[in-house]
């Protein structure tokens, strides 16, 4: 995952740069990508969700996790980038009072749910 190396890389940038600049009125941080670079990024979003309809609880758990690759197709000399980016994959978990729900587009098999009600 090279993303986490670019951020682990930004991170430390940005962190060497107050402290050795304190001083300094601006700091100019920019990413600068060169044409064919490629890159990806997970994003993975958490919801706990407890709502109440007619004097009744009801608890949801969802988990959605998406892949994108990003692709650098040219930069000019201002750092204008042309990038393209595209869904790699989609994960999507989700538990609640009428059973468990799974999807995986990156292993596709047929959607799973499960039913607390059947035995």
């Known amino acids: 995952m090279q993303i986490r190396k670019v951020i682990s890389v930004l991170i430390s940038v940005i962190f060497l740069a107050a402290v050795v600049c304190s001083a300094a009125d601006k700091i100019d941080l920019k990413l600068r990508l060169k044409a064919g670079d490629s890159h990806e990024m997970k994003m993975t979003q958490t919801q706990n969700i407890a709502q ?68």
């Open 52 to 119: 109440t309809m007619n004097g009744s609880e009801m608890k949801m758990k969802q988990t959605m996790e998406m892949v994108f690759g990003i692709d650098c197709l040219g930069a000019d000399a201002n750092g204008i980038m042309d990038m393209e980016m595209a869904y790699k994959s989609v994960r999507m978990v989700m538990e609640g009072p009428m059973g468990s729900m799974e999807f995986d587009s990156a292993n596709p098999k047929p959607a799973t749910q499960t039913d607390p009600t059947r035995k």
